[in-house]
Nanobody, 124 residues
Framework: VQLVESGGGLVQAGGSLRLSCSAS????????MGWFRQAPGKEREFVAA????????FYADSVTGRFTASGDRAKNAVSLQMNSLKPEDTAVYFC??????????????????WGQGTQVTVSS
């Protein structure tokens, strides 16, 4: 499985960005596609996840109501719509994939496949 993110950039606080993650390789319907972020000097943290089949979503408390994860199986892609961005959302954002049932969705150690990351910077 190969993952490639796009859509990062610089935005003012209160603005919006949409991240995309294109997947290639063997993506099975049971797979979970996760979004994580890592700020300088901090550990990688869970942001959101979507089950490839069915579209069930999961969100970190810090982004609930502001971020929306979605998937397009026809294009083998997932997206993360980020609204009402805050300076504390500044980080490198990663797309990741794991088999369904392989551990909790919020733990990065359960994801064997990762994209290269895309920088999101929110200015105050």
């Amino acid at each position: 499985v190969q993952l490639v993110e796009s859509g990062g950039g610089l935005v003012q606080a209160g603005g919006s960005l949409r991240l995309s993650c294109s997947a290639s390789g063997s993506i099975f319907s049971s797979y979970v596609m996760g979004w994580f972020r890592q700020a300088p000097g901090k550990e990688r943290e869970f942001v959101a996840a979507i089950v490839w089949s069915g579209g069930t979503t999961f969100y970190a408390d810090s982004v609930t109501g502001r971020f929306t994860a979605s998937g397009d199986r026809a294009k083998n892609a997932v997206s993360l719509q980020m609204n009402s961005l805050k300076p504390e959302d500044t980080a490198v954002y990663f797309c990741a994939a794991k088999a369904g049932g392989a551990g909790v969705v919020g733990s990065p150690t359960n994801y064997p496949y990762w994209g290269q990351g895309t920088q999101v910077t929110v200015s105050s």
